[in-house]
């Protein structure tokens, strides 16, 4: 896969980001731009799970508010889109709100 596809597939699901990950790995010439954005997608990964626990937490205080919970679930989705545009664009640009805590935080990417 050259390096568009592989930040692309980051991207889809966290299965898509192992599949980009080992395939990066194997690479002689390791370039930034896959790096960046593989740490990108992993990060709105953390960042989904914790949504998740957090909304789980929050439903099961306030069922009333169930719904308004759920949307909040939405929000990891919407990065994920944002970030392979980013990919399929090859811009090294992080994704909104959450994208810059996630830069050169995953040491074992590089």
Do not use: R
Request: charged share 10%; no cysteine.
């Amino acid at each position: 896969m050259n390096n568009k596809t592989l930040a692309i597939v980051s991207y889809i699901t966290i299965i898509g980001w192992l599949i980009a990950y080992f395939s990066y790995k194997k690479q002689t010439d390791k370039s930034t731009y896959v790096t960046y954005h593989l740490e990108q997608s992993l990060g709105v990964f953390v960042f989904s799970i914790i949504i998740s626990i957090i909304a789980g937490i929050l439903t099961s205080l306030l069922p009333t508010l169930s719904i308004v919970f759920s949307l909040f679930t939405l929000i990891p989705l919407i990065l994920l889109v944002l970030g392979m545009i980013n990919a399929s664009n090859e811009v090294t640009k992080p994704v909104p709100v959450i994208g810059g805590f996630f830069e050169k935080k995953f040491g074992f990417l590089a």
